[in-house]
């Protein structure tokens, strides 16, 4: 099409159906059923800079060393065991991609599922060759029934469908929404300390049918991943009910600028159990105002 062609039909579009980017505000000149500009989506990047190898964390300098094993570990995965294998994620949860996850999360835009389904594709295959069995459960973190009847559908489903149209070629990973439930409410975690936050989710989740997960090697996925109470929850039951092995991908991640133990000696640091620790325990004082708490509501 000739550019002048082109430049016309745009300016007709934005006469015909005046619209503007839901991100940034500036008209829409293109046709696109996702009402957000290419700018808007062009500054959504991966995250950058050195993150620990299993929960994704950012890393200081003063831990950013890979031990022998070729991992950099945070200062809390150096002290337990997490019941995931390792945790990624696209992007960092803030500006654009925050924005863009309300629109689907919070505002039923349904197009916003295909464009961070294919972030969430890229974020797996980072991961997939650690893969060991040649058949991968993906398992979307689950809704309470009266939410999802509220909401009318779980994000998480629906980006992890849209992911599997992009990443699944070789037909190596099955979406298997129905392996893990929310079989209570929760309250919101906003404002919640870390052992409220363990406790409100206690409980929360189960494997109806054990056998469809004992050995089976499960691709856990959500669409935010803030202090990481929820999946580590979800893969701990998981875990529990036979699972071999818990890998977890995220669209975005909470990153913080550090951990309150970095500079901690290894007397001080408090006693935390395997599998019952809080991924966000180092940023139990970050406030809700940065975006880190709010909308980890599920």
Request: net charge positive; glycine share 8%.
């Amino acid at each position: 099409m000739p550019s002048w062609v082109r430049r016309a039909a745009q300016s007709l579009f934005s006469v015909l159906f005046p619209s503007d980017c839901r991100i940034c505000g500036e008209p829409l000149l293109n046709v696109s059923r996702l009402p957000v500009c290419p700018e808007c989506l062009h500054q959504i990047g991966r995250v950058r800079g050195r993150v620990c190898s299993i929960c994704g964390e950012r890393v200081l300098s003063a831990y950013a060393m890979a031990e022998s094993d070729g991992m950099v570990r945070c200062p809390v995965c150096r002290r337990v065991d997490r019941p995931f294998r390792r945790a990624v994620a696209y992007g960092s949860y803030d500006d654009a991609l925050r924005e863009l996850i309300h629109l689907l999360k919070f505002n039923g835009v349904q197009p916003a599922a295909s464009v961070l389904g294919r972030m969430l594709a890229e974020t797996i295959s980072a991961i997939e060759p650690g893969f060991e069995q040649p058949s991968v459960l993906v398992v979307p973190v689950p809704l309470y029934k009266g939410k999802r009847r509220q909401r009318g559908f779980n994000q998480a489903e629906r980006i992890a469908r849209a992911a599997l149209k992009v990443s699944n070629a070789r037909g190596r990973l099955r979406l298997a929404p129905d392996i893990l439930q929310r079989v209570r409410e929760t309250h919101s975690q906003i404002g919640l300390t870390s052992h409220q936050r363990r406790e409100n989710l206690r409980g929360a989740f189960a494997v109806p049918h054990a056998a469809d997960v004992v050995g089976r090697e499960i691709l856990l996925v959500d669409d935010v991943y803030t202090t990481g109470t929820t999946v580590s929850e979800c893969a701990k039951v998981l875990r529990l009910a036979g699972a071999a092995e818990v890998w977890v991908a995220t669209v975005a991640r909470t990153l913080k600028l550090a951990s309150k133990y970095a500079g901690i000696g290894e007397e001080e640091k408090p006693a935390v159990s395997a599998w019952d620790v809080h991924e966000g325990a180092q940023d139990e004082d970050v406030s809700a105002g940065e975006g880190s708490e709010i909308l980890n509501l599920e």
